[in-house]
């Protein structure tokens, strides 16, 4: 199968619209309306470092498509469409396309993305590269920099399920945490829901740790967050409890849960966010000033003391 | 060295725009002037496979940006932004990253291009993948599907040059051939220059034969191409000369020329937009119709007899 008999088959099916121009051209073409910017961001998986090597297709497929589009949820953003690229190694048979196109599929059918192009080479290393578009009102949209000292600091949904997630893949113990790492529900609603209400967001992808420390950074403050008010689903809890590792949970990463400032004139705004956007919102800590610039978040335990972490989050190199 | 110093050491100087907020947000932000569309595509280079596994940080990065350019000017846009994504072998050291950041930093300035962000992995076989955004007025932009029975066809620059610099890749040997593989000139000026004027257009990236045929496919016409009026460098029509292989220059690649096509009415048009974008364009055949549907290019000798490839160009799987 050549390059061109690959995209007939799993990707011309998913390419039915206008800016893709069948897939035939250069280039694909789209149209911002007035009053909006448009939003870019790209995310690469590598197999064997962001997906196991033997992860299926539709595994693949919604990691790499969740992970991208939760990078435009952070930024406020709705999304408009996506480039593909497939980098295919020597063990990607038919079933591996199959299942791929149809989740690929599936997931842009829900969150209303058009697949508009993108690229397909040998790699000896297989990986995926999305690149997703979208576009927000330029004076709502989202950044890490704008929280101030005496902002709440919130997080939706529970953290740690992606960790969880990533322990427990291939051995089918289901529960809670499975869900966060095989199939990343970028929080969209949430996000254009926070656009002009919130002061500073980012989607917990690193971990909670590293990706507040990131919010602190770009906006020059530091965070004192409450560890036991974390939110943590029923298996997290249990993780916790059982084996103490809480912070295992705080620096896990692959949550795509939204981490974000709002000052104390919006807070009141979020309960009807919350109802909107149909996931919880849970106070975790506030925002201080740090004179001796020492811009990251400390974690405080029951007793207020500061909770040293061996890692903040997953690093990438 | 972790992701953030590479990003603060190589990349960041590189990322002095709006639109890229320091590489500080989980997305670049970006405007398009009324009037105009966004054009997007994207291009992965895999080590072993579009560059030599020992290839230099400059050529790697000429060849990743200029690749990626060279399918706007194709499309007739106006580059704006790019993202760099960089899968990171195990064997990239300082030497690397450094000529990779001044080769790309001089090619962004050389073409008006900002770096707004990217992505960093891990990869155990390396990879470089570039997302170009440009934009263009809405009823000039070029595509492959416009070319009518009847249009003349036209190449810019030389063809083969692309295919003998891989050749001669590493060996030193320098002459008209070397740049087009290692440094590609993306054509930008004439793709701009030509948008509203062709009636199809496309860069000469897999090979003058299979680029053909791509207009071809997408514009349901068969083309008549003389080999012998096809443009070649010194170097190219000696090595067509003493080896007798004119076909490996019409079908190796890696030109970044454009080959469009042109109604009788715009013709006329051609001579100044040569001289504006500073590049010799030669008529090599003509459109015709393919009342059987046999949608392709075919190249005819001297004697008017058809010449057969054993490939139409580079295949990519």
Redesign the interface.
């Known amino acids: 199968?050549?390059?061109f008999d690959?995209m007939a088959r799993y990707l011309m099916p998913l390419a039915a619209n206008d800016a893709a121009?069948?897939l035939?051209?250069?280039?694909?073409?789209?149209?911002?309306p007035?009053g909006f910017?448009?939003?870019?961001?790209?995310?690469?998986?590598?197999s064997?470092?962001?997906f196991p090597c033997d992860a299926t297709g539709d595994v693949v497929a919604r990691r790499a498509l969740g992970s991208a589009l939760?990078?435009?949820a952070?930024?406020g953003?709705t999304p408009t469409g996506c480039?593909l690229?497939w980098?295919?190694g020597p063990d990607w048979e038919d079933t591996f396309f199959t299942r791929f196109a149809d989740a690929f599929k599936a997931d842009l059918s829900t969150y209303k993305v058009d697949l508009?192009?993108?690229?397909?080479?040998?790699?000896?290393?297989p990986?995926i590269?999305v690149?997703?578009?979208?576009i927000?009102r330029k004076s709502d949209?989202l950044?890490?920099?704008g929280a101030q000292a005496g902002d709440a600091v919130y997080v939706s949904g529970t953290i740690g399920d992606g960790f969880l997630g990533l322990q427990s893949f291939g051995t089918a113990t289901g529960g809670d945490g499975v869900s966060a790492y095989e199939a990343p529900v970028p929080q969209l609603a949430l996000g254009q829901a926070l656009a002009g209400v919130a002061s500073a967001c980012?989607?917990v992808s690193d971990g909670l740790a590293a990706d507040l420390d990131?919010i602190c950074?770009?906006s020059q403050i530091a965070m004192e967050v409450e560890a036991m008010a974390v939110p943590l689903s029923a298996a997290g809890a249990a993780y916790a409890q059982d084996r103490g590792q809480l912070g295992t949970l705080l620096t896990g990463g692959d949550d795509y849960q939204l981490a974000f400032t709002v000052n104390a004139e919006n807070e009141h705004k979020l309960k009807d966010i919350g109802r909107i956007a149909n996931v919880a919102l849970t106070r975790i800590g506030a925002v201080s000033q740090s004179p001796e610039k020492h811009y990251a978040a400390r974690f405080m335990d029951a007793n207020g003391a500061e909770i040293g972490f061996e890692n903040r989050g997953y690093?990438?190199?």
């Open positions: 199968m050549d390059e690959l121009r069948g035939a051209d250069d280039a694909a073409v789209f149209d911002i007035e910017q448009g939003v870019v961001s790209t995310d690469a998986l590598v064997g470092v962001h939760s990078d435009l952070a930024m953003a480039l690229t980098g295919i508009w192009g993108g690229d397909t080479v040998r790699a000896a290393t990986f590269s690149c997703v578009q979208g927000g949209l950044s890490r920099s980012i989607d990131h950074r770009a690093t990438h190199l």
